[in-house]
């Protein structure tokens, strides 16, 4: 009896327990069904039917030009130095790359200073429904454009949200509108359209490559490698030599940079669309189980090994990720966006080997030695590309991350920019001021235009030897010679002929080169002009009108304008808005000067005309008594929507052809 008994609550226990297996399973099963988001399509009735399709419209091109500055900027539609949220990257320049020579766009980095900055996929959600949530009324225009046939009224505000499916990024729109038209008044408030972009899979992608990155340390143990084998870049060294080998820094950083620039770009991503080895993949396999002890010992491969294979073993990043065959990755750095890169130990920029003689019967020899330890930064781009979006035309999603070498190892841990150490210390040997006594004066032109061959007061002086740069004092009243202003002051040893240098508020930057104890450097007056633009109407089928008009509401001009033949750069970046209460004012040289200019004339955000021009020359005739610097811009009309309107104004900003008709005048 008793045995029966424990058999039925055997028999009992085994049914509670797959009464609770079979509950868990269910509630797993509902948990998974609550994350996939079920996006419904809305039942649109017949008489708003043109309503909807125009409102649908407009979130389909706003959204796409959100998507265009998510792409861009790593996930951030709006990066404005206006923005708070954003100002830890806006306003620290190492956290983003300048992708743009007017730094318009900025790649944020994913990581920056240890800490993983990766946008979320929430956060880009909110991103793009803000972007079309800030820009829909300027393209809705009131639904001016239905009248009278259809007479809409906004009975609340619109809300927008986004949601980045597999396959697609929806945007959609709860705006409740009153439609009348034909006598019929209809409410409708649900706007959805589809953005074929697979941006959750890239982002994914994106992701899973700088986890793996900061996982394996691809990056920095690739850069080591290369310049391990790098005959310009010294690292360890025992020669037979007598003569001492010295580099540069700066010589060496160039090139790292071009190393970094060659190499970087030939990195693939196991799992996507990369271009083939030369070989099958089978043999690098086969290849990679013999390591240095076997080559020691006299085991070699029965296989030839393919020029590639140093690509193959150490230019592959495997994500971890399935789903992707469709995307091609490419890995870019410019030597435009900077190195950070410091070897010990060095003097002044100088990196030196030891030569000392040999011992007993080897005397005649020298030995020479070296090893240097290098700390390098440099950002990387990894650009995301996927050909099926937009119907074939293509989509890319980019984002950044810094490489981080720390005493020649990967450190992506504890190392970045506030622990970088550069080499241009200027503390202890600046006051070592006690070398040659010497006369600097600065000359050029004063407010009234004469030449002050008796020199400029208020110039601020400073020396500069190698990479070693000293404050050496103003420019003043000179007691030994009545009427004079210069400097008069003892130089840091070290620099035979080293180089001055002048800065003054209104003038350029004066240079030269210090030969003897006295010196005069000639500086080059700017002339200060208040910024005044006008815009002239282009249209494809009637040409560029002469008739100018002044910046209209919406408007936002971009200018970015560089000095060229001056040995000292000179170049000025503003972004000027329609209603904006200061005017924008421009320092130009105060002679003949030739000039690159770009502007981009933007209309809400669109891009809609501008001006480019290279070694556009302004005289100082040109100049002389004038207020006003007045820029031209072409405004391409009608507004392009078109892709082939686009692309005719691209191209005619482009050709220049446009320049003399539109170069700057002054009034």
């Known amino acids: 009896m008793k045995k029966e008994a424990r058999k039925g609550q055997v028999t009992v226990f085994i049914i509670i327990g797959l009464i609770l297996l079979v509950s868990a399973s269910i509630i797993i099963y509902l948990t998974t069904l609550r994350k996939v988001e079920v996006i419904e399509e809305v039942v649109v009735p017949p008489e708003v039917k043109p309503i909807y399709d125009y409102v649908t419209n407009c979130l389909y091109e706003i959204g796409s030009d959100s998507l265009v500055l998510v792409g861009t900027q790593g996930g951030y539609a709006d990066l404005s130095p206006e923005r708070v949220d954003t100002r830890d990257i806006t306003l620290t320049p190492t956290a983003y790359v300048k992708i743009d020579p007017t730094n318009t766009f900025k790649l944020p980095h994913w990581f920056y200073e240890g800490e993983d900055r990766t946008p979320p996929l929430e956060f880009i959600q909110k991103e793009i429904a803000d972007y079309v949530n800030n820009n829909l009324q300027a393209c809705l225009n009131n639904f001016d454009d239905f009248r009278p046939s259809f007479e809409v009224t906004a009975l609340g505000s619109p809300k927008l949200t986004s949601v980045l499916t597999d396959n697609d990024v929806v945007v959609m729109l709860d705006y409740p509108l009153e439609i009348t038209s034909g006598g019929k008044t209809t409410e409708h408030s649900e706007f959805i359209t589809h953005l074929p972009v697979k941006l959750k899979k890239m982002w994914g992608l994106a992701k899973a490559i700088l986890d793996a990155e900061n996982e394996e340390n691809l990056l920095e143990n690739l850069t080591i490698d290369l310049m391990a084998m790098s005959p310009d870049v010294p690292m360890d060294s025992l020669d037979i030599t007598c003569r001492p080998q010295i580099w540069r820094l700066d010589d060496v950083e160039k090139s790292v940079q071009q190393l970094v620039r060659y190499n970087v770009m030939k ?64 890995f870019v750095y410019l ?136 404050t050496l004092g103003t420019t003043g009243y000179n007691m030994n010679a009545p009427g004079r202003y210069a400097l008069i002051t003892a130089l840091p040893p070290g620099c035979a002929n080293p180089i001055i240098e002048a800065d003054k508020e209104g003038y350029l930057q004066g240079k030269a080169q210090l030969v003897g104890n006295k010196l005069d450097i000639e500086m080059t007056r700017l002339s200060r002009k208040n910024v005044v633009f006008e815009k002239h109407p282009y249209r494809k089928d009637a040409g560029l009108s002469q008739n100018s008009e002044e910046l209209a509401m919406g408007d936002t001009v971009s200018l970015y304008i560089k000095l060229r033949g001056y040995p000292v750069a000179h170049e000025t970046f503003f972004t000027y808005s329609y209603g904006d ?69 691209t191209m005619f900003f482009m050709d220049e052809g446009y320049a003399e008709d539109l170069a700057p005048t002054f009034r």
């Open 267 to 330: 990195i693939r991503v196991k799992g996507t669309d990369y271009p083939p080895f030369l070989a099958d993949e089978s043999v690098y396999e086969e290849l990679s189980e013999y390591d240095m002890e076997d080559i020691n010992e006299g085991r070699f491969p029965d296989i030839p090994t393919p020029r590639d294979a140093f690509e193959y073993s150490r230019m592959m990043i495997d994500p971890g990720v399935g789903g992707v065959e469709d995307m091609v990755v490419n």
């Open 335 to 470: 030597p435009s966006w900077g190195m950070d890169l410091n070897g010990l130990p060095n003097e002044a920029g100088i990196l030196r080997s030891n030569a000392a003689p040999g011992q007993s019967f080897l005397k005649f020899l020298c030995i020479n030695t070296y090893h240097f330890v290098y700390d390098v930064i440099y950002p990387v781009q990894v650009r995301i590309f996927d050909p099926s979006a937009y119907s074939g035309r293509g989509y890319t999603f980019q984002f950044a991350f810094p490489v981080l070498i720390d005493d020649n190892d990967a450190n992506r841990e504890t190392f970045g920019v506030r622990k970088f150490q550069d080499y241009y210390v200027d503390v202890g040997f600046c006051e070592q001021a006690g070398g040659d006594v010497v006369e600097i004066k600065a000359i050029g032109r004063d407010a009234e235009g004469y030449l002050m061959t008796s020199g400029l007061k208020d110039v601020n002086i400073s020396y500069h030897c190698f990479n070693q740069r000293c």
């Open 581 to 649: 209460n200061e005017t924008p004012t421009i320092d130009l040289v105060e002679g003949d000067a030739q000039y690159d200019i770009d502007i981009m004339l933007h209309n809400y955000d669109r891009f809609v005309g501008g001006y480019k021009a290279r070694n556009v020359t302004i005289k100082y005739s040109d100049l002389e008594g004038y207020e006003d610097a007045v820029f031209h811009v072409f405004e391409y009309r009608p507004r392009p929507t078109q892709s082939e309107d686009i692309m005719d104004m």
